[in-house]
């Protein structure tokens, strides 16, 4: 079994890990103190700018590429910590998202992940020429493929949210904002973590975590290594199996070198692996009527009665969680990279160079059709991503009249992308009533089609930024950034399998052709287009009080040009247009009594020109789709966040993070209409409407107890509970595609015994078991489908460090 062979290497890593820790500790003269200290462990530090302790702890950020203090930071953004993460037993991108509000990331598989902030960014499936509007990096490294953060998060220092446009010193893609990660550094003193935790339909996890000194003073390590498995949420009636599950598998290691007193090289190798019998989606009900009562012809039930299809399960229940298809399944993946850091300190300024190669291979399968029959017998487009990127900034050290940040950097990418999609012998009875069924068997039987999908991406970049300290009350930054950015793709489809259309008659030949070409038709283009764009930033700060600072900002933001590779509609371009961002800020963070109390609210407004949208669309009524990018003229996103924290000691802390999300298409007149619509018209005026997976309201409220238990031991308790108010996931507005509101209630109670070295807690995630969507789609055929929110988990986790 995979997940056996995962536990075996998870074995061989980790075996090491304690010994590694131990011979570090022999290094050591002196003792270690416990892995966090109780204030750390006690403080809620969830979404608020201030991530730190009852006991007024700061959290530091380097959300301007140095390090500072986050509530002296004049930008909206969330701070999620380590040990929150660990805490609250966040183990990746999804979960984390959930801390904060302003923030959606949704997951049909790995390539379709899309993320957006403050409802921009991305709001539908991927497409390979598409680049999110949200950055994301790790230690530095901007990820070309958001589908790469995708694997388990681990042995991480925190969790950066940078909410607004941040192009001028991310820079990449980023006019939505930015996810910034940062790992664990290696430790010259040593130290082990592990944990194992155990949990409903087999989820189980082990992570472990060594660091110490190689040579004291000079050269560090840290290991890392995590598996984790979870059964299927769904059944599969065709064969019993459990569909929806997942083992991944992570492995980093790190070296921190000190060849002298003013430089620091950290070098980072990383390896994730997933395997996943999935993705499936649940069956949650049949329309049979358009909006305005007409009949849907050649609807689900008939093409069931028709194929003499007998449905395993009740299709108006999603909830009894049982799918059926006959097609092979899997979202397989493969991450794993290396950068460098070097920081060599001039006395006055820093420079830094990061360098980064990744590579993010994805293998999937699916079953379009959603039935045991064999209509659609393979789908997928596998992808081989390829990525370097050099970086060299050169900052200011300390306070001074004037700081600043310059800096070059560059980016090379190229995605090899093979889409894979044939038919089988039920295609013509499922998706042609009318035609010629001798025929269209002969032509969609075994028909197979491959395209070779491969855009590349050089982007090259001259930034610098500078904050002018009036004052000490008043500071007034400014930047910019000019890119240049050039583009090129191929696309090559072609037939590679299906009866030999030669041997029928010459009027037989040209309908079969035209039946195949109704679907995937032989096409080969190539595309290029380059981008210039100046962008930057305006921002104004003024203390108000020590603890008090209010600011405002103006950012122009740009995402270069898109190519949009595959078959594409009439009148489309295979270019798509850059995207183009004006943003107004303005914000206040505060801190009173005696830092117990910590208030951050924010209020914004930004237009984009040009926004760039994946299209996802059946190719007439058959189980066949169309994919391709467009440009939406306007779209605006306007709204108020607010983060409050109250810690008055370390026995309680109560935090609360809301966010109200105007995001709509300003024009927007040629939409592609609702499936329940459509036979009205093919498109539809959207102007006005919400952008699709962005709710209008989210808030999330959480609190953490401590209570001490003799001298060194601790009983802990936290609830939390998200709550998101209805939005539309389709992008067409459909009525079968409106998610309900709906909030998740998160517990978990534990106890730490010897000064924190053991950990024993017990959790439930979603404890009143709400049902709820994260994803709906209808089909021209009537089909709804969505994807279920997971049901009540309870487990137990076990944590040791020293």
Do not use: C
Not at 287 to 298: D, E, I, L, Q, R
Not at 497 to 505: E, V
Not at 610 to 638: D, K, L, M, W
Request: aromatic share 10%; charged share 20%; hydrophobic share 35%.
């Amino acid at each position: 079994m995979t997940s056996s062979r995962y536990r075996r290497r998870l074995l061989a890593a980790a075996a090491p890990l304690a010994l590694f820790a131990g011979e570090a500790q022999a290094q050591s003269a002196g003792t270690v103190a416990a892995a966090a200290s109780a204030t750390d462990e006690t403080a809620n530090d969830t979404t608020a700018d201030n991530d730190a302790g009852a006991q007024g702890t700061d959290i530091i950020v380097t959300a301007r590429r140095r390090e500072e203090r986050a509530q002296d930071v004049p930008i909206a953004l969330s701070v999620v910590s380590g040990d929150t993460i660990e805490r609250t037993g966040r183990t990746n991108l999804l979960q984390i998202a959930e801390l904060t509000p302003s923030l959606t990331i949704r997951s049909n598989n790995a390539r379709n992940t899309f993320a957006n902030i403050r409802g921009l960014g991305s709001n539908s499936d991927q497409n390979d020429g598409l680049e999110v509007g949200v950055g994301f990096y790790v230690d530095d490294v901007y990820y070309g493929r958001i589908g790469a953060s995708q694997f388990d998060l681990i042995d991480l220092d925190r969790v950066e949210v940078l909410r607004g446009p941040q192009g001028t010193l991310f820079g990449k893609n980023t006019t939505a904002g930015a996810i910034n990660i940062t790992t664990r550094a290696p430790s010259f003193d040593p130290e082990f973590r592990a944990e194992a935790s155990l949990g409903e339909r087999g989820y189980h996890q082990v992570r472990a975590s060594a660091s110490g000194a190689l040579i004291a003073d000079k050269v560090a390590a840290r290991l890392t290594v995590s598996d984790t498995h979870s059964d299927g949420l769904l059944r599969n009636a065709y064969n019993g199996r459990d569909v929806n599950d997942f083992d991944n598998f992570t492995a980093r290691g790190q070296l921190l070198i000190k060849p002298a007193d003013t430089i620091t090289v950290r070098l980072i190798g990383d390896y994730s692996k997933q395997t996943s019998y999935s993705r499936a989606s649940s069956i949650v009900g049949v329309f049979t009527k358009y909006a305005n009562g007409a009949t849907v012809s050649n609807n689900f039930y008939d093409r069931v009665a028709r194929a003499g299809y007998v449905l395993p399960y009740d299709p108006n229940d999603p909830f009894a969680k049982v799918v059926d298809f006959d097609a092979n399944v899997q979202a397989n993946m493969e991450g794993y990279g290396g950068s460098a850091k070097v920081d060599w300190d001039l006395g006055g300024a820093t420079v830094t160079s990061v360098t980064a190669y990744r590579w993010w291979d994805w293998y999937p399968l699916n079953d379009q059709d959603n039935t045991s029959l064999s209509i659609n017998i393979r789908g997928g487009t596998t992808n081989w991503q390829r990525q370097f990127s050099q970086e060299l900034r050169l900052s200011s050290n300390g306070t001074r009249a004037i700081d600043y940040t310059v800096g070059l950097y560059y980016f090379w990418q190229v995605i090899h992308g093979l889409g894979q999609y044939q038919l089988g012998p039920q295609y013509a009875v499922w998706n042609n009533p009318s035609a010629n069924r001798t025929l269209a068997n002969y032509a969609y039987t075994n028909f197979e089609s491959d395209s070779i999908i491969e855009p590349r991406t050089k982007s090259y970049a001259a930034f610098g930024q500078a904050t002018w300290n009036i004052s000490d009350a008043l500071k007034l930054t400014a930047g910019l950034r000019f890119t240049h950015e050039d583009k090129t793709g191929l696309f090559d489809q072609k037939t590679v399998a299906g009866n030999d259309l030669s041997l029928l008659s010459t009027a037989d030949r040209a309908t079969a052709q035209g039946l195949r070409d109704a679907l995937y038709p032989v096409v080969r283009y190539t595309v290029a287009t380059s981008d210039d764009k100046l962008t930057g930033q305006i921002n104004l700060a003024y203390k108000l009080a020590p603890d008090v600072l209010a600011y405002a900002s103006y950012s122009r933001g740009s995402k270069s040009g898109g190519i949009s590779l595959g078959t594409l509609p009439a009148g489309v371009s295979p270019v798509v247009r850059p995207e183009t961002v004006n943003a107004w800020e303005v914000g206040l963070k505060s801190q009173f009594w005696d830092r117990k109390v910590t208030f951050n609210t924010a209020a914004f407004w930004t237009d984009v020109e040009n926004y760039q949208a994946a299209i996802t669309e059946n190719i007439g009524n058959t189980t066949s789709f169309r994919r391709y990018i467009s440009n939406i003229p306007g779209v605006r996103s306007r709204g108020l966040e607010g983060d409050l924290t109250i810690a008055p000691s370390r026995a309680i802390s109560f935090t609360a993070s809301a966010a109200y999300i105007d995001a709509t298409y300003k024009r927007y007149t040629n939409a592609q209409n609702a499936p329940d619509r459509r036979n009205v018209s093919e498109i539809q005026d959207l102007s006005g409407q919400s952008l699709a997976n962005s709710p209008k309201f989210v808030y999330t409220l959480a609190t953490d107890l401590t209570q001490p238990i003799g001298d060194d031991d601790e009983a802990y308790a936290r609830v939390d509970y998200t709550h998101r108010s209805s939005y539309d996931t389709s992008g067409s507005w459909s009525q079968y595609t409106l998610i309900q509101p709906y909030g998740v209630l998160n517990a978990r109670i534990g106890f730490r015994i010897s000064d924190g070295k053991f950990d024993l807690s017990f959790w439930a995630r979603n404890l009143l078991n709400e049902k709820y969507f994260t994803a709906l789609s209808a089909a021209n055929n009537g089909l709804i489908t969505g994807n279920i929110g997971d049901p009540r988990t309870l487990g137990a986790t076990f944590r040791t460090s020293f």
